[in-house]
C-alpha cells in the first residue's frame, strides 16, 4: 500500500465524470428491446451547421462512425456535445458531471461512456455545464461571476436538454420516444435538481451517490480536513482502523464477508475501540493512535454543525476499509479522499474552493478553509444553497408526468455521507405519503466506494430496470449486483431498495446471490 502515486489520477478522472460501473451489462435481459434501432435521420447532418439562433449555435456538425456529431454553444459559455447516430433506437441519454464539473466534451471518460452509449443507438447530449476546468480550474469559474455558477447549478444541464430535443427533431423529423439522464456525484445532483425544478425534461433519471445537499457536502468536507488537520493519520494507522472497524462490525449482519451491511447498526466509536498509545510509542509506524488522534476521529465522526445547527449528519464508518479499487491496487477507501500520500486530499480539493468561490458574498481566492470556525453562518450561503442544493422533496409534478427515478449510493462512499440519500429519501416519502416507492427506488451499496469500487458488489446495471421501469411499468424489487476480480465474478449480491436490507439466509453460499434477500 506505500506505492499510490497512480492512485491519484484515477480518482481525479472518477470524480470529472462518473457513471454506475456497468450500465447496460444486462442489456439482455432488459423487458426492453431499447438495443433495436429503426429510425433514420430526415435530413443531413452537414445541414445542421446553419443552426444560429439566440438560443444556440451549432459550432460543427459532421458525420463520424455513422454518427452526427454536432457541437455548440448555449449563450453565454455552455458548450455542449449531442451525437445522433445513424440508426436510432428513439431514446435519448444525457449524462452528468463530477466534481466542479468544467470537464470538456473530448475528454477520455466522457467519450468512452459518450461511445458505450451511442452502441445501443441512444442519441446522447452532454454539455461543461458553462465553463473549461483547463482554464478555469475548481471553482475559479465561480470568482464574481453569478452567471457561471447559475450554469452550474442547473441551467447548463437543463438548457442543454432542450436544445438537444430540438436538434433531435431537426434531424429524424419526430421527437424521442423517452429521455434518461444518468450521472453519478455532482451528476446525482444535477440528476435530483433536473427531477426538482424541471420535471417534463426526462422521463427516467438515474442518481448516483447524489450531491444533493450540496453546502452540506462542502461543510462536512471542511469538518473531516479540520478534524484530523492537527494531528493527521499516517496511511497504516487508516488501515488498521479499517480492519477494527471491520472486526468490530462485520458479523452483525450475520456473515463474517468483508462486508458491511448496514453501517447504521455498527456502534464504534474511536475512544472506546481504538488502543491509545503509550508514551514509548511512534502512532505514525503504528497501530495505535494519540489522544489527539483519537479526539480527531471523534470529531471526524460527528455531526456537522454551522452556527449551532445541524447542516450534516454524522459520518457512517465502513470506507475506512480496504478492497479492491479503480486500478486494481489494494488500498483504504480514504485514499486519496481523506489521506493522500502524495499530495492534498480530494476533500481538500474539491471542497476548499466553496470556500473561495461561492459561500461570500465577497471572493477570496486565497481564503484558507481551514480558518472557517463553524460559528457562524457565511453571508452568501442562502444564495448558494437555493443554486446548487437538490434537495426539495416535492417531487409531485416529476410523478404526475410519469418520472422514474432511480438512485444507487455506496455505504463505504468517503467522500459523500450516504445518510444524506437516505434523509432526502425519507422526506420525498412523507411529502408523497408514502408512495414515494411508485416512482422513486433508492439503492445503497455494501462495500461500494465513491460510485464504484471497493470491497463490495459495485459491478451493477442500473440503467436496464430503469429503462424497464420507464417503459414497461415494471419497478425494480431489486438490482443484481456483483462485485469483480480480474475481471472474474468474486461473488453475487442482490441490491434491495431502501428501506429494505440485504439479508442472508444463514445456510448458502456466501458468493451467491440466491443465499441473500431483501427484508
Request: charged residues 20%; proline residues 7%; negative net charge.
Amino acid at each position: 500500500m506505500d506505492h499510490l502515486g497512480w492512485y491519484v489520477l484515477p480518482l481525479l478522472v472518477c470524480v470529472g465524470l462518473t457513471v454506475d460501473a456497468a450500465p447496460f451489462d444486462d442489456a439482455e435481459k432488459s423487458r426492453v428491446g431499447y438495443r433495436k434501432t429503426w429510425i433514420q435521420p430526415k435530413i443531413s447532418c452537414r445541414s445542421l451547421r446553419s443552426i444560429t439562433t439566440t438560443e444556440f449555435t451549432v459550432v460543427s456538425a459532421k458525420i463520424v462512425d455513422d454518427v452526427c456529431r454536432v457541437s455548440g454553444v448555449i449563450p453565454r459559455e455552455i458548450r455542449f456535445e449531442v451525437n445522433l447516430p445513424a440508426a436510432w433506437n428513439g431514446r435519448m441519454m444525457m449524462t452528468g458531471n463530477g466534481g466542479l464539473a468544467g470537464q470538456p466534451p473530448d475528454g477520455a471518460r466522457y467519450t468512452a461512456q459518450r461511445n458505450l452509449i451511442l452502441q445501443f443507438g441512444f442519441a446522447t447530449a452532454y454539455t461543461d455545464t458553462g465553463h473549461d476546468n483547463r482554464v478555469e480550474p475548481g471553482g475559479s469559474f465561480a470568482y464574481n461571476n453569478l452567471d457561471k455558477l447559475l450554469d452550474f447549478g442547473y441551467r447548463g444541464v437543463h438548457l442543454t436538454a432542450v436544445m438537444a430535443k430540438q436538434l433531435i427533431r431537426k434531424y429524424y423529423n419526430r421527437s424521442e420516444n423517452y429521455s434518461y439522464f444518468m450521472g453519478c456525484s455532482n451528476g446525482g445532483r444535477q440528476a435530483l435538481m433536473a427531477a426538482q425544478r424541471f420535471p417534463s425534461d426526462f422521463d427516467g433519471i438515474l442518481a448516483g451517490a447524489p450531491a444533493n445537499d450540496f453546502t452540506g457536502l462542502k461543510f462536512s468536507q471542511a469538518h473531516r480536513m479540520n478534524a484530523l488537520a492537527d494531528h493527521p493519520l499516517s496511511l497504516s494507522q487508516v488501515a488498521s482502523l479499517g480492519a477494527a472497524i471491520y472486526d468490530h462490525c462485520d458479523v452483525i449482519d450475520g456473515v463474517e464477508d468483508g462486508l458491511i451491511n448496514d453501517p447504521r447498526a455498527c456502534q464504534f466509536e474511536p475512544e472506546r475501540d481504538l488502543p491509545t498509545c503509550t508514551s514509548d510509542e511512534k502512532s505514525s509506524v503504528s497501530s495505535c493512535y494519540t489522544r489527539e488522534q483519537v479526539q480527531g476521529l471523534e470529531q471526524f465522526y460527528s455531526t456537522v454543525k454551522v452556527a449551532g445547527q445541524a447542516v450534516y449528519p454524522a459520518f457512517p464508518v465502513g470506507s475506512e476499509g480496504s478492497g479492491p479499487t479503480y486500478g486494481g491496487v489494494i488500498a483504504p477507501g480514504w485514499v486519496p479522499w481523506v489521506i493522500n500520500p502524495h499530495g492534498r486530499p480530494l476533500l481538500d480539493v474539491l471542497g476548499s474552493e466553496f470556500f473561495r468561490y461561492i459561500t461570500y458574498i465577497v471572493d477570496e481566492p486565497d481564503f484558507n478553509w481551514n480558518e472557517f470556525d463553524f460559528k457562524s453562518k457565511p453571508d452568501n450561503l442562502d444564495m448558494a444553497s437555493d443554486i446548487l442544493d437538490a434537495v426539495d422533496p416535492d417531487l409531485t409534478e416529476f410523478e404526475r408526468q410519469g418520472g422514474k427515478l432511480l438512485s444507487y449510493f455506496g455505504w463505504a462512499d468517503p467522500d459523500i455521507n450516504p445518510l444524506s440519500a437516505i434523509h432526502y429519501f425519507d422526506q420525498v416519502q412523507e411529502v408523497a405519503d408514502g408512495e414515494a416507492g411508485n416512482f422513486f427506488r433508492l439503492f445503497l451499496v455494501p462495500g461500494m466506494f465513491h460510485c464504484m469500487g471497493g470491497p463490495g458488489p459495485s459491478d451493477f446495471d442500473a440503467i436496464s430496470p430503469l429503462i424497464d421501469w420507464v417503459e414497461k411499468g415494471v419497478a425494480p424489487e431489486s438490482i443484481a449486483a456483483r462485485h469483480l476480480q480480474d475481471k472474474a465474478v468474486a461473488f453475487e449480491r442482490p441490491l434491495c431498495p431502501y428501506p429494505q436490507v440485504i439479508t442472508y439466509d444463514g445456510r448458502g453460499d456466501v458468493k451467491e446471490a440466491s443465499s441473500f434477500s431483501c427484508q
